[in-house]
């Protein structure tokens, strides 16, 4: 196996990556999601998460520690919904009116995915998309929910991996995706890359 970088800091996307029996190192980029979208302006979705995908790879890609044989891979997850970006809560409050804005409603939960290969000098760049139907979500329930923390980092303020899935009626695509990393479209890609002989 190639050694395998992680430009992420997430704990969502570590997991996955550990539970299927990846191997990995993490160079977290530390990249203002925020304000790179409001630069951009690019207005599809999908588009806008692989571009944000590319630049967390390319801020991983002049770390020190590299010997350029690495495959770097970066993830950007986006939550859209009524072609609104449901970013993650600044606050409580705004936790409470992403949840409630959700209610009831279908959205689609969008990754870009950047692998960069240093060795073969190739750039590969997807996206996966899951439509994910919610619940009705009352204000009371909304507020529990808050006070447990766990929506205050995530895009769309909630976490289908844990308390949050009570919110969710189904989803239509990759579970994981919605979590934040489509592993095994991932996995096939990196397979490839593996058993390349270029």
């Excluded at 299927?20 to 203002?32: E, M, Y």
């Excluded at 770390?63 to 409580?92: A, Q, R, S, W």
């Excluded at 995706?177 to 991932?186: H, M, R």
Aim: hydrophobic share 40%.
């Amino acid at each position: 196996m190639r050694k395998i970088i992680l430009a992420s800091g997430s704990p969502r996307r570590k997991k996955i990556l550990k539970d299927a029996g990846i191997r990995f190192r993490v160079i977290n980029t530390n990249l203002n999601e925020n304000l790179l979208i409001k630069k951009l302006k690019v207005l599809d979705s999908k588009k806008l998460v692989k571009i944000l995908s590319l630049l967390k790879c390319m801020g991983a890609c002049h770390h020190m520690y590299l010997h350029g044989d690495e495959i770097i891979t970066g993830f950007d997850t986006m939550v859209v919904c009524k072609n609104k970006i449901i970013g993650k809560p600044k606050n409580k409050k705004d936790a409470l009116n992403k949840l409630l804005f959700l209610s009831k409603k279908k959205h689609l939960v969008i990754t870009g995915m950047c692998i960069i290969d240093l060795k073969n000098k190739l750039v590969i760049l997807d996206s996966c998309t899951t439509q994910v139907h919610m619940n009705n979500i009352s204000k009371k329930e909304a507020l529990e929910y808050i006070e447990t923390k766990e929506p205050l980092d995530k895009a769309g303020a909630y976490a289908i991996q844990g308390k949050g899935k009570k919110f969710i009626k189904r989803i239509d695509g990759d579970y994981f995706n919605v979590v934040g990393l489509p592993v095994n479209q991932f996995i096939r890609i990196i397979s490839k890359l593996n058993h390349s002989t270029t």
